[in-house]
């Protein structure tokens, strides 16, 4: 229970922030961490609670963002009605994923071979088909209305974004608290063993990836919403799959904060590094990647696991 | 229709195409081979190399394959240290771990590259760039004529080394049974390194046969590294045979590919060929198993 109030708590807490916040720069950097803090939340089921590390989170992410274009500018609908549809389309794309590689056994580097695959695919199909803008890409006209899930300021964007990390919180409360979840974590520590206990591994891990492809997808269509453009690079490309992996793994692998923790820090490294430097092509990404690097060299528990080493021999002594 | 005219120049070409995708693609093997990880870094690599030989054409004048004996060493050396004291360290011994750090590697290596060199294409003119030789049917450049045998080459001297020598004995002896190399008195981490080396040094000869007849630029490993990712679980992960068969096949896949779909379609050939294998065939044409 004391994580639900956590949780609750930290939303709370982030409600109040638009008004807090005046400065445009901040809030959207608001709107940004709760962002990538999410498409990490996404990854975080499948590669942290799951062990089943992607490469090719953006299949689909670029799903869910094609998928709310499409709806809106082909068949004219409700960009809100369009995002619970990306969503199922997610899904449906985990499940297509998910059901291949797993039943078939893959797993480690051959899974992450394979998501990197998928993405690769669906990339160059949105590259080439006409229904997709193929290399033009898709833009969403502006037309500035709540009801069209597109608002004048950030503080709307905010808050949608605010309720998507509430969705994403829930999940993993769920996950740490279910018997899926149990059975998920099991998986992940031990696929032989859990195997040997009775786990249905295949059924366990197709929902958890079917579960984190929904949830993708919906940060796909945020994406389309904030930005009111894609294109094949964009949604399918490589960025986007490592942007997911990179917060959790940052702020802390299989935990329900982590992932959230991660972007903030990304996104302050990257404003840092910015104003230092001056932004220039690449850069930003060359930093994100040394931290890669050096988390997994020193923190392999992310900076969720240094607190908990702060705090360790602290709360002993409370105690 | 497409006839035959078409046809054999489209497979030729695929082959030398291909032969140089088999040298990309045996590093990588060799290193998972050895070291049973999946360097991600790969593409990134190649690219590294890519630029060394067009700044040494570029700056100092020296022909793509006159930089064979600067490219090779060089890259040897960067793959050497990398392994020895990035990967092999950071890494943990988690497969995971290393896994990432490799990717790591790869974000790190692009995009500086991006920053220092900018997104420009850059080619090289030979004097020889245009010129074609006659292979009664069909015309090929000469640059893809030399990379093929070129690479050709290159495969057989490293299995030459890995099958005759001390060094590729041990190596050998590593991949199959850690333990046991170092109870024999192997040094495991140097030899990893070593093998990590060659690895790397495969992309140098590979740049410097490449470059007459292709571009450098920040994002060209892409290109590659999923590519030689299907060229080697297509033909196994550890196998040479199985890389340069491998290579082949996905160089004629490849050129048909763009022949019947056009350019930008035609690559999906690759990939759904590389899923395919990796669902019902994990192991390759040639692999030992799993």
């Known amino acids: 229970m004391k994580s639900a109030v956590a949780i609750v708590v930290l939303l709370l807490v982030l409600i109040p922030v638009p008004w807090l916040v005046r400065s445009g720069f901040w809030l959207n950097f608001a709107v940004l961490s709760l962002y990538y803090g999410f498409l990490g939340q996404s990854w975080n089921i499948l590669g942290g609670y799951g062990g089943q590390y992607s490469f090719g989170h953006a299949a689909f992410f670029g799903t869910g963002a094609y998928a709310g274009a499409v709806l809106q500018l082909r068949f004219g609908v409700n960009p809100w009605l369009a995002l619970v549809l990306a969503g199922v389309a997610g899904g449906v794309v985990g499940a297509v994923v998910g059901g291949l590689s797993f039943r078939y056994g893959l797993r480690g580097s051959y899974f992450a071979l394979i998501t990197l695959a998928f993405a690769e695919v669906l990339r160059i199909l949105a590259d080439s088909l006409g229904f997709t803008g193929a290399g033009v890409g898709l833009q969403i006209p502006l037309h500035p209305a709540a009801t069209n899930f597109q608002f004048a300021g950030k503080p709307g964007f905010y808050f949608t974004m605010l309720v998507l990390t509430a969705l994403g919180f829930a999940s993993v409360w769920y996950i740490e608290h279910s018997r899926f979840g149990a059975r998920l974590m099991a998986v992940r520590d031990s696929e032989d063993a859990a195997h040997a206990l009775g786990i249905n ?11 984190s492809g929904v949830l993708m997808a919906l940060g796909g269509v945020f994406y389309l919403q904030y930005f009111l453009y894609i294109d094949s690079d964009i949604a399918y490309g490589p960025a986007v799959s490592i942007a997911a992996l990179l917060a959790p793994i940052v702020g802390g692998l299989g935990t329900m904060f982590g992932p959230l923790l991660g972007a903030v820090a990304l996104q302050l490294l990257n404003e840092i590094s910015e104003s ?8 930003n990404l060359v930093l994100y990647g040394a931290v890669l690097v050096l988390i997994i060299a020193f923190l392999p528990e992310g900076i969720a696991g240094l607190m908990r080493l702060r705090l360790g021999p602290w709360r002993r002594r409370a105690a | 229709m497409v006839e035959a005219a078409i046809i054999v120049p489209a497979i030729l070409n695929g082959l030398t195409t291909g032969a140089v995708y088999a040298l990309v693609a045996l590093g990588l ?3 998972y081979g050895v070291l049973h990880i999946i360097n991600f870094a790969h593409g990134a690599l190649l690219m590294v190399a890519l630029y060394g030989v067009y700044f040494l054409y570029a700056l100092a004048g020296i022909d793509p394959y006159l930089a064979l004996p600067v490219m090779v060493p060089a890259m040897f050396a960067l793959g050497y240290v990398l392994q020895r004291y990035v990967i092999g360290r950071a890494g943990h011994g988690k497969d995971e771990n290393v896994m990432l750090v490799t990717l790591g590697l790869s974000i790190v290596i692009e995009n500086l590259a991006l920053y220092l060199w900018s997104s420009d294409t850059r080619t090289i003119e030979t004097a020889y760039g245009f010129s074609t030789v006659d292979l009664g049917v069909a015309l090929i450049a000469v640059p893809k004529a030399i990379a093929f045998v070129g690479a050709l080459t290159v495969t057989a001297l490293l299995w030459a080394v890995m099958r005759w020598t001390d060094l590729g004995k041990a190596i050998r002896a590593l991949a199959r ?10 040094n495991v981490e140097h030899l990893y390194a070593m093998s990590f080396g060659i690895g790397i040094a495969c992309l140098g000869a590979a740049a410097c046969l490449l470059l007459p007849s292709y571009y450098a630029s920040p994002h060209i490993g892409r290109a590659f590294v999923l590519i030689a990712f299907t060229i080697v679980v297509l033909g196994g992960m550890g196998s040479f045979v199985g890389a340069l068969v491998g290579g082949l096949i996905i160089g004629v896949t490849e050129s048909l590919g763009g022949l019947f779909f056009g350019e930008s379609l035609g690559k999906i050939g690759v990939f759904i060929i590389f899923i ?11 692999g030992q198993r799993a």
């Open chain 1, 201 to 211: 591994v295949y059924r366990v891990k197709l929902a958890a990836i079917i579960l």
């Open chain 1, 276 to 283: 230092a430097i001056g932004s220039a092509p690449g850069l």
């Open chain 2, 29 to 31: 093997t060799l290193i």
């Open chain 2, 177 to 186: 049974e850690r333990r046991g190399a170092q109870l024999v008195g192997i």
């Open chain 2, 276 to 286: 395919v294998v990796l669902l019902f065939r994990p192991t390759g044409l040639f």
